[in-house]
């Protein structure tokens, strides 16, 4: 069973820029997507965004087309989620979580592992 660990997490404010890290331990970490998850107060865990087991292909949600990316070295065991233009609403906890064999990684339903999640917040 692969263990994730979130970093990178903090206080920001509206237009800064984080980057979070998600080192993965326990096996290979090239087999399945990994993506990005954020549950803010009294709201349901919501996608991100997301990246291919061999880093190809990348998928976002709405509020993170064109100020988020998503990229992964496999060679390190990380995938990571730099995030620019940064606004209050982006505040939460985000979760790294890899897919399991079956299912759309941007569905938390087909999500088999989860970090413990490193919390943003960003202030106006």
Same mark, same amino acid.
């Given at each position: 069973q692969v263990h994730l660990e979130e970093s990178g997490g903090g206080l920001s404010?509206? =237009?800064e820029s984080l980057r979070l890290s998600c080192v993965a331990s326990g096996r290979a970490f090239n087999d399945?997507?990994?993506g990005w998850f954020r549950q803010s107060p009294g709201m349901e865990r919501e996608f991100v965004a997301a990246v291919s087991g061999g880093g190809g292909q990348s998928w *976002?949600? &709405?509020s =993170?087309?064109?100020r988020f990316t998503v990229? @992964? &070295?496999?060679? @390190?065991?990380t995938v990571y989620l730099q995030m620019t233009s940064l606004? #209050?609403?982006?505040?939460?906890v *985000?979760?790294?979580a890899e897919r399991g #064999?079956?299912?759309t990684v941007t569905d938390p339903k087909a999500i088999a592992v989860w970090g413990q999640g490193t919390q943003v917040t960003v202030s106006s």
């Amino acid at each position: 069973q692969v263990h994730l660990e979130e970093s990178g997490g903090g206080l920001s404010q509206a =237009g800064e820029s984080l980057r979070l890290s998600c080192v993965a331990s326990g096996r290979a970490f090239n087999d399945y997507p990994v993506g990005w998850f954020r549950q803010s107060p009294g709201m349901e865990r919501e996608f991100v965004a997301a990246v291919s087991g061999g880093g190809g292909q990348s998928w *976002y949600s &709405d509020s =993170g087309k064109g100020r988020f990316t998503v990229f @992964r &070295d496999n060679a @390190r065991n990380t995938v990571y989620l730099q995030m620019t233009s940064l606004k #209050p609403e982006d505040t939460g906890v *985000y979760y790294c979580a890899e897919r399991g #064999p079956i299912g759309t990684v941007t569905d938390p339903k087909a999500i088999a592992v989860w970090g413990q999640g490193t919390q943003v917040t960003v202030s106006s």
